[in-house]
Structure formats: structure tokens, C-alpha cells
């Protein structure tokens, strides 16, 4: 089976190399790997230059950005819009309002993934979103500025804007969290298969334990379980949706 791990950050490995080619000893052929500010960006242009299994995502994320200072925003931003073209994906960007406590980092935040939303439809590149507690508000951005090709990344905790990603053809990626939250797999099951990813958000840690790529595959075999489908309709579906995104494959 081809499996792709549709969103991570192999950037925060200690040894990003070394975990692509242990994942790729246990089936994981293709990785999205995301940057989330400007020393990221930098990283994994410097990285994953000639490792052609990995896409790479540039953008300046939602939490990161609110601990910049306008001279800082400013400079990320002119970083990727100078390096977009060697890249192939805007991401991680969006809006985050556990973190954005006031108005006014609510509209900065705003404000900068709008700009990073305008950058990726003018290159036509594919857009990773972070939408937490602020799905409404990022779909509406994304409709608005006509942007098309979108992963909403971990779309699973509420399954209200579920129709509404559905209507607008985004892919939707579902990851480690549906092991432990009843919630997050009732949403992770009601994607359609023609719009689902398959994603770890590693390194970020679950159950206490720090997540690699290779947990793609038991993200898999959940959603088999209780789909009660083969785990191999489910990766192929995935792989293919994959593709259709970052490869512009039909």
C-alpha cells in the first residue's frame, strides 16, 4: 500500500533525515512536511531540497506569529512570498482562537493569513489550514479570497462544518487524536472518503507519547475499524487525494 502522511513537521525532529527514512522502511512514501515561522521556513528549504518523497509547506502559523513584533511579521512574510516558488504549499497558516485571546489578535491574525491566502491563490498552490475554534471564520476567509485547493488540517472536532468544507471540494486530514476522543472520530467518519487525509501532526505527542510518521498507518486501521471497511480502500482513497492536492493528479 501507498501511504502519505498529509501533515507534519519533520522540521522539529532532531534528526528530520533519518525519521523520513525510518518511515519509509515501514511503507510511509510520501510526507507534507510544514513550516510555522521564519526559522522553519529557512529549515525546510535547506532540508528537503532534493528529497523529492517530501512536499513542503511555508507559512507563517496563527500562534507563532503572535508572539512576533510587526517588524517580524513583516519579514516572514516577505520570506515567503520571495521564496513561494520553491515550495508546494502555503502552510501551516490560519487562525487560532484558543491563543488569540483579544479583538486584536484575533484581526492580526486574520489580517496575516488573508495575505498568505491572497499569496497562495495568486501562485496557485495548495493552502494548509489551522482552524482552531475559528472554522467559520476561516472558511469564510478562504471563500472569499476564491481559494480552492485546501487542506483543512485535524478538520475533526466538529462535524457542524463538515457540509460546508464538503461544498466548497476541501480535503479534510484526521489524525492520532480520533484514538482518544469519541468527538473527533464521529467528525473524522463523517468526511467523505474523496475528500479524506490521513495526517500525524508529529512530533506532537499523544497519550504521552511523541508521534512520527509512521502513525499514519494506525490512524489508517482506526477509521477501518469503524468505517468497517478494508484499511486498504481507506490508504488507497487517501493516497489518491493526496495526489489530487499536491500533484494536481485527477
Not at 18 to 33: C, D, L, P, T
Not at 135 to 158: D, M, P
Not at 177 to 193: G, Y
Not at 208 to 219: E, I, L, N
Request: aromatic share 8%.
Amino acid at each position: 500500500m501507498k501511504i502519505a502522511d498529509s501533515h507534519c513537521h519533520l522540521g522539529l525532529f532532531e534528526k528530520p533525515l533519518q525519521v523520513v527514512e525510518n518511515a519509509k522502511k515501514h511503507g510511509i512514501e510520501r510526507f507534507f512536511s510544514c513550516a510555522t515561522n521564519l526559522e522553519s521556513m529557512k529549515k525546510h528549504l535547506g532540508l528537503f531540497a532534493k528529497e523529492e518523497c517530501v512536499k513542503t509547506g511555508l507559512g507563517l502559523h496563527p500562534v507563532d506569529l503572535l508572539k512576533l513584533s510587526e517588524k517580524e511579521i513583516g519579514d516572514s512574510l516577505a520570506f515567503l512570498e520571495e521564496n513561494a516558488s520553491k515550495c508546494h504549499a502555503i502552510g501551516e497558516i490560519g487562525l487560532d482562537y484558543k491563543y488569540a485571546k483579544t479583538q486584536k489578535e484575533r484581526d492580526l491574525q486574520g489580517k496575516v493569513f488573508s495575505t498568505q491566502v491572497e499569496l497562495a491563490v495568486k501562485k496557485k498552490l495548495p493552502i494548509a489550514v489551522h482552524s482552531r475554534l475559528a472554522e467559520q471564520e476561516c472558511l469564510e476567509i478562504l471563500e472569499s479570497l476564491g481559494a480552492k485547493k485546501v487542506l483543512l488540517h485535524w478538520f475533526t472536532y466538529s462535524k457542524k462544518s463538515i457540509p460546508r468544507a464538503v461544498e466548497n471540494g476541501f480535503f479534510m486530514s484526521c489524525g492520532p487524536v480520533i484514538f482518544s476522543s469519541k468527538k473527533d472520530l464521529e467528525a473524522a467518519l463523517a468526511i467523505p472518503q474523496g475528500l479524506l487525509l490521513l495526517e500525524t501532526d508529529c512530533p506532537v505527542s499523544f497519550g504521552g507519547k511523541q508521534s512520527d510518521p509512521t502513525w499514519v498507518k494506525m490512524v489508517a486501521n482506526e477509521l477501518s475499524v469503524h468505517k468497517k471497511e478494508p484499511v486498504e480502500k481507506i490508504v488507497q482513497s487517501a493516497w489518491k487525494n493526496y495526489s489530487r492536492l499536491f500533484d494536481n493528479k485527477p
